[in-house]
């Protein structure tokens, strides 16, 4: 097996190394592993091939859509799969390629995390493989939120209607539910990171930036500038609220699709400098346009969608400067059910409704 060579990740068995650097220093991470049987060798012309086929690209990897076979007795189809390929060349540097590593491993990390706790709501992790190049294997859902959000229907209605929307809304507030149970932040929640099946359910997906809650970042901000909770460009620090916050900015976008208000028209599209979005963050700029954006779509009721007043309260209490104000995710799963019991799949989310409220009635109890 090729161990990562990272400092603070190992796959699970074999590195001594790595353990003598932990009894160096009485400050180092917890050491991180994965079991042996997600780990896959290939060649470096399957994976040449697979890079060629890809269908993204983004600055630090490409992704492709494949087929994993079992390599038994005959040739079986087990999974369609994305594969996420980092981007190396022959001429990368030593340190780039340990960042490579890094980074796929760190995202196999957290996804197995999340399997092994039987997380419904966030993309299933298949196998992964470092060597000859960090790639990743994940289920293969069809499309994502930022597809879906302005894309129109034959007849120019937006493909997700009010209901749909709300559903992929709450599947990724159950998705924030159960990282929190697993003590994980995501870092960057956005309709792109939103991946939604043809049946239009959602699974939260691309944890590159994910870590352990509490974990502080270097001097890089890590995340997507527009997304990004104030607090957390100030101090670098992963916290579920600062998940919620993008979630809200996420829910905005939804709610202000049509129109494009935020997305486009707004700031993240116009403002080209970094260091502007960076101080707008900052200086609350950012939640201000935010917040008066979210008011206009709650009353110009343009886009086709129409949330329910509770619905708008929510998202603003997520866009709060005060990470204390914003709800938990639990708190967002109740709101929607309540929203969504209007509805015709009205069974599943009035379960949802007795699920949360004799949770709180327990707690209560138990106070
Ligand atoms: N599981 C998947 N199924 C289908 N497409 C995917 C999947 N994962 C990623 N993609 C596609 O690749 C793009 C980039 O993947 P992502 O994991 O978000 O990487 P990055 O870290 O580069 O943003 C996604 O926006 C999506 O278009
Ligand atoms: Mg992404």
Same mark, same amino acid.
């Given at each position: 097996?090729?161990?990562?060579?990272?400092?603070?990740?190992?796959?699970?068995?074999?590195?001594?190394?790595?353990?003598?650097?932990?009894?160096?220093?009485?400050?180092?991470?917890?050491?991180?592993?994965?079991?042996?049987?997600?780990?896959?060798?290939?060649? +470096?012309?399957?994976?040449?091939?697979?890079?060629?086929?890809?269908?993204?690209?983004?600055?630090?990897?490409?992704?492709?859509?494949?087929?994993?076979?079992?390599?038994?007795?005959?040739?079986?189809?087990?999974?369609? &799969?994305?594969?996420?390929?980092?981007?190396?060349?022959?001429?990368?540097?030593?340190?780039?390629?340990?960042?490579?590593?890094?980074?796929?491993?760190?995202?196999?990390?957290?996804?197995?995390? %999340?399997?092994?706790?039987?997380?419904?709501?966030?993309?299933?992790?298949?196998?992964?493989?470092?060597?000859?190049?960090?790639?990743?294997?994940?289920?293969?859902?069809?499309?994502?939120?930022?597809?879906?959000?302005?894309?129109?229907?034959?007849?120019?209605?937006?493909?997700?209607?009010?209901?749909?929307?709300? &559903?992929?809304?709450?599947?990724?507030?159950?998705? +924030?539910?159960?990282?929190?149970?697993?003590?994980?932040?995501?870092?960057?929640?956005?309709?792109?990171?939103?991946? &939604?099946?043809? =049946?239009?359910?959602?699974? +939260?997906?691309?944890?590159?930036?994910?870590?352990?809650?509490?974990?502080?970042?270097?001097?890089?901000?890590?995340?997507?500038?527009?997304?990004?909770?104030?607090?957390?460009?100030?101090?670098?620090?992963?916290?579920?609220?600062?998940?919620?916050?993008?979630?809200?900015?996420?829910?905005?976008?939804?709610?202000?699709?049509?129109?494009?208000?935020?997305?486009?028209?707004?700031?993240?599209?116009?403002?080209?400098?970094?260091?502007?979005?960076?101080?707008?963050?900052?200086?609350?700029?950012?939640?201000?346009?935010?917040?008066?954006?979210?008011?206009?779509?709650?009353?110009?009721?343009?886009?086709?969608?129409?949330?329910? =007043?509770?619905?708008?309260?929510?998202?603003?209490? %997520?866009?709060?400067?005060?990470?204390?104000?914003?709800?938990?995710?639990?708190?967002?799963?109740?709101?929607?059910?309540?929203?969504?019991?209007?509805?015709?799949?009205?069974?599943?989310?009035?379960?949802?409704?007795?699920?949360?409220?004799?949770?709180?009635?327990?707690?209560?109890?138990?106070?």
């Amino acid at each position: 097996m090729q161990s990562s060579k990272q400092p603070n990740n190992t796959p699970s068995s074999d590195d001594k190394e790595t353990k003598e650097d932990q009894n160096s220093t009485k400050t180092a991470p917890p050491k991180r592993s994965l079991p042996s049987s997600l780990l896959i060798t290939m060649s +470096l012309d399957n994976i040449n091939e697979l890079s060629n086929h890809r269908i993204a690209r983004g600055s630090t990897a490409v992704v492709a859509k494949t087929t994993l076979h079992r390599t038994d007795v005959e040739k079986k189809v087990v999974a369609t &799969v994305a594969a996420k390929i980092a981007i190396l060349r022959d001429s990368s540097s030593a340190a780039a390629r340990q960042q490579a590593e890094d980074r796929i491993f760190n995202e196999a990390y957290f996804l197995n995390e %999340c399997k092994k706790r039987n997380a419904k709501y966030v993309v299933k992790i298949v196998k992964y493989c470092i060597d000859p190049r960090p790639c990743l294997f994940v289920e293969w859902i069809d499309s994502t939120l930022l597809n879906l959000m302005f894309a129109k229907d034959y007849k120019g209605q937006p493909v997700l209607d009010t209901e749909k929307a709300l &559903v992929i809304m709450m599947d990724i507030s159950h998705a +924030l539910h159960e990282l929190k149970e697993s003590g994980i932040v995501h870092g960057d929640i956005k309709p792109e990171n939103i991946f &939604v099946r043809n =049946d239009f359910r959602a699974k +939260l997906g691309d944890f590159d930036t994910a870590q352990t809650a509490g974990f502080r970042n270097g001097h890089n901000i890590v995340g997507t500038l527009g997304y990004i909770a104030p607090e957390l460009v100030e101090n670098g620090i992963m916290t579920y609220e600062a998940d919620m916050f993008s979630y809200g900015i996420t829910f905005l976008e939804v709610a202000a699709a049509k129109d494009k208000l935020w997305y486009d028209r707004n700031i993240l599209k116009n403002i080209e400098d970094d260091n502007v979005l960076i101080e707008m963050t900052r200086n609350g700029q950012l939640r201000t346009n935010a917040s008066d954006a979210l008011r206009r779509v709650q009353s110009s009721y343009s886009n086709g969608r129409y949330f329910s =007043d509770n619905t708008y309260d929510m998202i603003k209490k %997520c866009i709060s400067n005060k990470p204390k104000e914003r709800p938990a995710p639990e708190k967002v799963v109740l709101t929607l059910s309540r929203s969504l019991v209007f509805f015709k799949t009205s069974n599943e989310h009035q379960k949802n409704i007795d699920f949360i409220e004799s949770m709180e009635a327990f707690s209560k109890l138990t106070m």
